[in-house]
């Protein structure tokens, strides 16, 4: 009986690690963390990149590469993965450029402060994993 509580007892214990393992394999790594459709004030350096629509073929978008990686944590309310917006498994280094201040034309290649809300991917026309729907580009 001793040595069936023993088995019993590891297979529980091996259960409870289990079950912890994914949570704290998936949790993002990084010194800064964000959250998705919260103001934010980001700075970087505005550059180009080329994605690939299925339906539509090539076209070509802006993002702002980071000078280091940030984590990105669901909403408040919790994340929905429709909206690509449960979390960063690890850290991002680029953010595609959307929003009202994408529209403009936008100084490619030099460094720039944006302000706006991070969103998740959650379209084929989304390149990047992390998306700003940008309110101002202010050039550094």
Known sequence: MKGLMSVAAAAVIAGVALAAGPSRAKACEAPKHLTYNEPVELEGVLKSGAGNHEAQGAFAYVFL???QGICVDPPKG???EDFGDTGTEKPVDRIQMAGEASQ????VGKRVLVKGTLFGAHTMWHAEDVLIDASAVEER
């Open 78 to 80: 919790g994340g929905d």
């Open 65 to 67: 590469a980071l000078d």
């Open 104 to 107: 403009r034309e936008l100084p």
